[in-house]
Each structure stands twice: as C-alpha cells, then as structure tokens.
C-alpha cells in the first residue's frame, strides 16, 4: 500500500478512471452486439439503424481516451463493410 499522499491518490483516481472506462466500453460492445444480431436476422434497415448508434458510441469512446482513433476506426469501418454486405 502507498505511504505517500499523492500516491495514495493516485490509486484511487486510477480506480475511478478504470470503472468508467470499462462502463464504456461495455456500452459499445453493447450496441456493436445490437448491429451483430440485425445482421444475423438478416434484416438492414434494423442494422443500419444500429450501426449509426454503435457507430456514435465509439467515438464517443475514442473522444473521451477508452478506444485509441484508430481501434475505433477500424471497428466502424468493419461494421459498416458487414452491413454494407447485406443482401
């Protein structure tokens, strides 16, 4: 355990900082899960429509520092390809 006072604070702000990131990140896999299941139904409209959420939600993650730009990039770009694919 940390002696000194900053150090101390340190863990806890660390702590908070991790809470959050992975309640974002539950959040995209969350509406990226929503796109996943409209393409397995094979239904577009529905998947586009999901897609234009996930796609919100991750870059509101790369915004905020969970996802590096790029991660979130590619993970839009991979599902905008697959709905895109769509008969």
Do not use: W
Not at 44 to 70: F, I, P, W
């Amino acid at each position: 355990m940390a002696n000194i006072k900053s150090a101390k604070k340190r863990i806890l702000v660390a702590q908070r900082n991790a809470e959050r990131n992975k309640a974002v990140r539950s959040r995209v896999r969350t509406f990226v899960k929503k796109v996943d299941v409209a393409i397995e139904a094979n239904d577009k409209e529905t998947a586009q429509a999901a897609l234009k959420d996930a796609s919100k939600e991750l870059a509101r993650a790369a915004r905020k520092g969970v996802y590096h730009k790029n991660t979130a990039s590619r993970k839009i770009s991979r599902l905008t390809r697959a709905v895109e694919k769509m008969a």
